[in-house]
């Protein structure tokens, strides 16, 4: 007998803001995700909660954002958080973040990337779950646009001197200063780790021309 799985799924709303392709296998048409594909684009790699994808897209609306999450329970409350605000210019892809770079994003199509307190797998044994990897790298640089940028922040140092790290020896990045951002911008993890006291890493990560 058929039970009723208790377990959610993604929104099936018409209006929802979560891009479903119709197969995981070829590049994203963008033109199919955005009314309007010819603004820049940004991405959000992990945008859990929604924290700074909401307020970029709310503060920036002739720019368009593609926030990524594979958790379903913090991509549907970011869904109906978008709907609640009617953006217009943010949409929400639930999948793996290393695939999504490597393989389905077009070359030269993106403007930015913000990678804000990625998962740091702290234990030497599970460094291979990182999301900063060589690989990972040349995908960012493959899909920016040639004046694109990586933004990055993470609480743990040791992660951060491994990004910088890995983007310098890609010879395809330039370190520069992290851009300020107003409080409103603070993702959910920046605010829990300004609260402990924590010192963050920040950096903007330039394409080399
Ligand atoms: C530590 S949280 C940070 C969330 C948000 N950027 C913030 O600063 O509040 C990391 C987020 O990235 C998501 N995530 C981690 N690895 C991912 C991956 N490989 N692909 C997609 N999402 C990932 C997790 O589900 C989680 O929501």
């Not at 140092?157 to 890995?166: D, P, R």
């Not at 993890?189 to 963050?200: D, M, N, S, V």
Request: charged letters at 25%; hydrophobic letters at 40%.
């Amino acid at each position: 007998m058929r039970t009723r799985s208790s377990k959610p799924n993604l929104p099936d709303r018409p209006d929802s803001a979560v891009y479903q392709p119709n197969n995981w296998l070829d590049p994203l048409d963008w033109r199919a995700i955005f009314s309007d594909a010819t603004r820049p684009l940004e991405i959000d790699v992990g945008c859990g909660k929604g924290g700074f994808l909401l307020w970029v897209a709310g503060s920036q609306p002739t720019r368009n954002f593609l926030g990524v999450e594979r958790q379903l329970i913090r991509l549907r409350k970011v869904d109906k958080k978008i709907h609640d605000r009617q953006l217009t210019n943010a949409r929400l892809l639930r999948v793996e973040a290393g695939y999504l770079v490597e393989k389905l994003i077009p070359t030269h199509s993106v403007s930015a990337y913000h990678i804000f307190f990625p998962d740091p797998w702290p234990k030497r044994r599970h460094h291979f779950r990182r999301l900063f990897q060589l690989a990972f790298v040349q995908a960012l640089y493959r899909t920016l646009k040639p004046d694109g940028a990586v933004n990055v922040a993470t609480d743990d140092l040791e992660y951060f001197a491994h990004m910088q790290k890995v983007m310098r020896e890609s010879g395809r990045f330039c370190e520069k200063p992290a851009t300020a951002l107003p409080v409103e911008a603070q993702t959910e993890f920046e605010k829990i780790f300004l609260a402990q006291g924590k010192i963050i890493g920040r950096a903007k990560f330039l394409v080399e021309s």
